[in-house]
């Protein structure tokens, strides 16, 4: 199960940090990712492609599937004008 553990920077954290909220807002992004395959899983969402996909896959996978996309890193610079 995805828990604050996974995020040492989590835990103590005020709302008002910025990091604090930053890492909050990975952390329930993590929980929906998981939550949504589950229930690709368990047929209570339906898509084609993803219920064949999740069905060889465990509840493990997905948290590891999770915490493989919360570490993608991504830069947004503004566009030149």
Do not use: W
């Amino acid at each position: 199960m995805i828990t604050a553990v996974a995020f040492p920077g989590l835990p103590g954290r005020r709302a008002s940090s910025s990091r604090g909220a930053a890492l909050r807002a990975l952390l329930l992004e993590c929980m929906h990712l998981v939550r949504q395959l589950s229930a690709f899983k368990k047929g209570e969402r339906k898509n084609e492609m993803m219920s064949v996909v999740v069905q060889s896959m465990s509840e493990q996978d997905f948290e590891d599937l999770a915490a493989y996309d919360a570490a993608i890193e991504v830069t947004v610079k503004m566009p030149p004008r």
